[in-house]
């Protein structure tokens, strides 16, 4: 057999599990589908607590944690738990949060008109702040205070420069945009962030993603755009139907990072696949539904991605954001101007464009090593 044969990638589609909630005899359940899937029925058997009928199992929903049972089966089947994602307690859930934050904490953040991101980020960040200074008036925390909180936490959380600003933005929104306290009455130390380069998927490795994720034609249609448009996992999600323009192969990109709309790239290649996807699952609101109007969470999106890359061979860290990366550096590679892409992408900056120039493969293979020469004339 020729090795070029030998080498090709050959993918066993793999079979699926579905969760969803169910009650038998008054006591709730995650019912578990499990099909033919004989490896998965054994594995299922060891579980505590649980009942079968037929093809399903009854796991015990007191007991059960859908991060630890995914690692448990990622590699007997793709996974489908959008039917045991709560969003029923919503509101409850946002008004105990609230409820837990210093007064006007919350409510000061959604006046600004912060995206749903920095909400959860600073809302996380003054908890553990809250939780640290547990029985203190956090107004009468003075600077010195709240830099010896800084050092704890990079001394024995290893928190790393980028969550040290975050960090301290959200320390300083409370003082300076809830309490109204002035500026120069409140100073801490920044740390400089790292100047680190991120990693990046080859074209090959692409392929080998979408060949498996072709699987699920709404995940293969979600990372599809999220590569070929380079959009953040946000504005992926907050697309609606009529974001979508074929008629000149662009997307309307509506109020992305810094409140700011552009327009990016849309794959004609693609477009038909996008289409058997919007007539087949009909979205209504938004283009990416979990069910009627209801958005995908990032988290089921980031999981979903991270089984399929595993499931693809590919070794590397796959995260939403990687695929963003990816598609900046290969339009270098391809000679598209550095100004075209800070515009797709919607950069503030032309320098943070710049960074994908240091990892293009096309770019640095133009440049010939002193050594060449040398090595050449012995030759």
Known sequence: MPDEIKNIKTYRKKERMILSRSIRRRRRYIEVAFGNNDAARLLLSKEKGVLFESDKAYLPAEDFVLADFFDRYVNLAFIDYSKVTDTTNKPEKEKTIRSELPAGFWEKLKQMR???HTIRVYTTYIGDFQQYFAGSNLKRIS????????????????????????????????????????????????????????????????????????????????????????????????????????????IHVRQGKGKKDRY???????????????????????????????????????????????????????????????????LIEQGTDLKIIKELLGHENIRTTEMYVHIADTYKSKIKSPLDDILEEEI
């Open 114 to 116: 912060y995206s749903n």
């Open 143 to 250: 600077p010195d205070e709240i830099n010896a909180y800084l050092l704890h936490l990079i001394d024995k959380k290893n928190i790393s420069s980028c969550q040290q600003n975050q960090r301290i933005n959200a320390i300083k929104f409370y003082y300076e945009k809830v309490l109204g306290n002035e500026r120069h009455c409140y100073k801490v130390n920044r740390a400089k962030r790292e100047k680190t380069l991120p990693d990046v998927l080859s074209k090959e490795e692409v392929k080998d993603f979408l060949t498996v994720a072709k699987e699920d034609l709404r995940f293969y249609c979600m990372y599809s755009l999220l590569y070929s448009a380079g959009l953040r996992i946000s504005e992926l999600l907050n697309l609606k139907p009529d974001d979508i323009n074929i008629s000149r192969s662009l």
């Open 264 to 330: 990016t790239l849309l794959s004609k290649p693609f477009i038909n696949k996008l289409e058997e996807y919007r007539i087949a699952y009909q979205p209504e609101k938004w283009l990416f539904e979990r069910e009627a109007a209801v958005q995908f969470s990032e988290s089921i999106v980031s999981k979903k991605l991270k089984e399929i890359a595993h499931e693809a061979g590919i070794t590397k860290r796959v995260y939403p954001h990687l695929f963003r990366h990816s598609f900046a550096t290969h």
